[in-house]
């Protein structure tokens, strides 16, 4: 027997979730069946909605590398097809709510329209406009004089190196780094979990000792800022570390307490504490999918997980035959996902497509093509190969922009510019047309798209119902 | 009259880096000097294919016997760079028989060991041969590092007092009195050869010798002009006329390891006929294309689609496999003015030393073109006897003896990894990359963490590489590897700056990051489908996304940096630096603690609606 839902999302990372939860909100019985693991768990756990609307516009204005301060404001001058111009930015507005609702006092940015510019672990500040609230006393436009704790045997914090790289950047703060060694094993694999369970557990009263540690820290020469003197051995605090007001860490302050953590480390550091939003693996990511799940099960959507959608049927809208723009468009009537070699068919009103671009296997390619593999939609690129990338490793790349194209209700659109079909909707990394990591658009697409997705495909449903809902009716 | 040098050498690939070892173990007071790091031309683009002649048994035996000569040499003296790999050369039913036979005939006239293998007994050997293969030659080809070869010999020149410049580009050739300067002309006197000009570049900390830009004229009793492809610009310094004939060649590198024997085609000549492992990887070759300028070429797709394709019919499961990067690198073929092939794989493979007295009627320098890197100890003795000539020095060749440095204590390379409780296969891969100074190296006493998990380099190896070959990180990645697997750097740049910035300045490690992201992003762009593409998109996000590297309001590529105080950061930022307006961003909500300036707070509270438009 095949199971039956209103809606089906296939895929299960931001976007994905984000059409599940807004499609529930409208009152339909919604499923996700999604592969493995999403890019959440790769994910430095900020929500990027629009940093630089007009990044490979020509190099010698400035306008162009500078950060917008308002998002909302800089969607105009985006090209017609970018997403955003196409579900609109009320779409971005209900995306960003509908995740504000799902991840409550884990995230902040909600209070402004503004980005916020947050300290990477490259040194550089990134303009974006949801953070994780560890991340929060971090903010590059806060004064307070901070300092940034690395770990030995850490290779991918650096702190006194990111200091440096930040003053270079010219943020209006103190800022010096230190290298300490984790008071306890930081060999062999895994080790953000193992460090985050140390801290969530206090084992050894770990955070403790790991303060201490942060207060003895002997400086790095050109460190300057916190004045003279210092010395692991001896016991005291460096001199000046009473005017140090924040100290960043990388991103490994627990994973189940991690509220408690932070609270811990600030009180025996006299200082607000952060975290910096990290390379991968990322806790933050790990973090945002747990919540997002939990939003998911008191939503009632049903998630399936390590089931990837291998195949679908396909039947003609009944009553079809008229020719021209009148022809309605084909419905999916079943999809199937692989269980362990056994195919389990599901059918559903509707469909949502949310399988990631190329980096979560929603956007494929060979040699000389480039696919969207589950329902083959049509993906534009250019012929030769060589034109899929430029020559410079920063530069306007054709295959950032690879995707399905979408109109403005989330639609699958086929070569012709007409809906591929009737229900199906798509969001998130596998539609085209923005390049989201020039633009720092990633994670806010995934929202708009996916809350236009998500309610068109209620509106599908609904009408292949016999009692149709009203979806654009207020809740 | 007192010189800089008594042998300026120029060029630093196997030849030029060959030559200054040789000279240098006879006393010779030798310089050499490199306009990039060494390895930088053709050698550090070359297939890694360890010769056994095989491959000129019936077309150039003469090449063939020295390339089995030379095998064995380099075997013995450089046993961590080698991997005793042994070779086939494989025949497919369509491949003509009789040449098979010349094929095995002359391996047997020119001294090279072989044998012949049914198909069966090759697929045992490779199971991932054609089934169509029919029969085959096995013969004792090997892998060779030209990286660490090439490393290894510079160490030991240095060790016997030569002086190694890298990032040190020849921009004129100083000749002191000549009747006659026209050149083409073949007699008449054309002067002395006294010595080079040199302008230093930047690039790495501790090679650099003179500051950036800077010009030095540096004087030298005879040169040595061993620039490769390179040769005949020199040769138009000095006024004389060295015709090499720059020819190109693809290399395509897959993600694991298809074959452990080197696979050859058994036809008579052609491109896209050989597969080498190579550490983790093969990597498949070549094409054969003249070309006018050896720093300037097109890349082109089709000599990666033909590579695949061609070597698909030898081992099939190719067509399916990743490939994560393809290179370049252009021979630096010659042919004495009279012969005029039109192809360049007619050209010979063989080398020649021009003596520019004899030739030109210019004393004091000599060019060597031509040869293989297999042959370039040979190509380096047969030079240096004729240096040592000129100069009226007697001093024995040692080079064919002594072993180069790292490779003395084989055995030890097995203690040291139980010493070190590494786990394998990194011990393991330490063990081959460090050769015996791996003790040295891997005695660390703090943490000493993977940097990069593709190839599994350490820190401690990354460490040690900086200290020998400065902030260079390109050449850092040479020497360990670091970066080369299959996420191309995309996890490990910035790892691999990391440990640079221990030493340098900020600016510098930044500007270092750049060229390694630079420099990876140019190999990489030529295997962009498939897994290598969705590896390229996550790079970009880890690089913009993550750390907003394209935007970095500190710019890229700095170069001010190296001199500049501590602390005076402002000299830090590179091309690309903007300035940001801070004030005007989110500066947290006041329940977090912030110190929101006051811009930004009002920008906050009047349009913070948590529930948007919805
Ligand atoms: C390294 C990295 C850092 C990032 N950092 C940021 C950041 O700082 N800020 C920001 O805003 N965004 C960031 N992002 C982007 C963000 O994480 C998402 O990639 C983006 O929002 C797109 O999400 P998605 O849901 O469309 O795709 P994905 O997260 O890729 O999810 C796609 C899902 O579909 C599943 N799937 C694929 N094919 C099938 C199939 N056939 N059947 C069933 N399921 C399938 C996959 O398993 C996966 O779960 C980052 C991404 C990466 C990779
Ligand atoms: C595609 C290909 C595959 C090959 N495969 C193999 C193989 O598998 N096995 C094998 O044995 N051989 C192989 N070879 C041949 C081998 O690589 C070369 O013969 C050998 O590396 C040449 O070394 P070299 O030192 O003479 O030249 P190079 O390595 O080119 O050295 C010349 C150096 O001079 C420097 N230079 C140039 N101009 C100046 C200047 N003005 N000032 C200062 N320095 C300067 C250059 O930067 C360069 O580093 C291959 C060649 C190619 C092209």
Redesign the pocket.
Known sequence: MAIRDDVLV????????TAALAAAREGASVRV????????Q????????LGYPTPHDDADDAGNRTPVANPFDAVDALPDDHPYRLVGVDALRGGLSVFDDATGDLYRGGHTERNALVPTVGGTV?P?ARYPASVAPGLASDDRTTLLVGFDGDTDVDAPNVAAHLRAAGVPFDVGGVTVEFPGDLDGTDQQTRLAHALDTDEDGVRRRLAERVKRSPKRAGDDVFGEGGDADDGAAVDGFGDVDRVGFPAVLGRARPRQVRDALAERLDAAVFEL?P??P?LP?VRLRYRLRDALREAGVAVTTG????DHDVEPTEGAGGDGAENPAPRITTIY?DRNGTKTPYEPDAVVL????L????IDSERDAVYE??FDCPVAHPEDRYDWSDADAFGPHAFARFGVRIDADGRVLGADGAPLYANLTA????VGGYD?AAE???????LAT?YAAGRTAVAAASSSHPTPTDVTADR | MSRDTEVLVLGGGSTGAGVARDLARRGVDVTLVEQGNLTHGTTGRMHGLLHSGGRYAVSDQASASECIEENRVLRDIASHCVEETGGLFAKRPEDDESYFEEKLQGCRECGIPAEVLTGREARELEPYLSEDVDKAISVPDGAIDPFRLVVANAVDAENHGARIETHTEVVDVLVEGGADSSAGASDGDRGDVVGVTVEHHAGSGNRVHGAPGEREDITAEYVVNATGAWAGQIGDMAGVDVAVRPSKGVMTVMNVRQVDTVVNRCRPKGDADIVVPHETTAILGTTDEEVSDPADYPEEGWEVDLVIDQLTELVPILAEARTIRSFWGVRPLYEPPDVGSQDPTDITRDYFLLDHEERDGLRGMSSIVGGKFTTYRMMAEEISDHVCDQLGVRGRCTTAEEALPGSEHPARLDAAMDDFGLRSPIARRSGQRLGSRAEDVLDTSGPNPVVCECEAVTRAEVSDAITQSGSDLNAVRIRTRASMGNCQGGMCCHRMANVLSADYPEATTRGAWDELVDERWKGHRHALWGEQLSQAA?NT??HA??MNRDHDPAGRHPTGGNGSAPGDDAADTGPGAVDVDFAAFDAGAATDGGRPTDEASRGGGADGSRNGGA
Do not use: C, I, W
């Open positions: 296939v895929g299960g990372g931001l976007a994905g979730m069946v999604t592969d493995s693991e999403s890019t959440l790769q994910a430095s756990g900020l929500v990027d909605v990134k974006t939003p390379a991968p990322s990511g089931n990837p959608v291998v996902a949310a399988t990631g671009g980096v979560g296997g929603g593999p589950v969001a998130g990394g596998v989201a720092k658009s990633a994670s806010g697409v995934s996916g | 996550l996000f880890l996304t993550t």
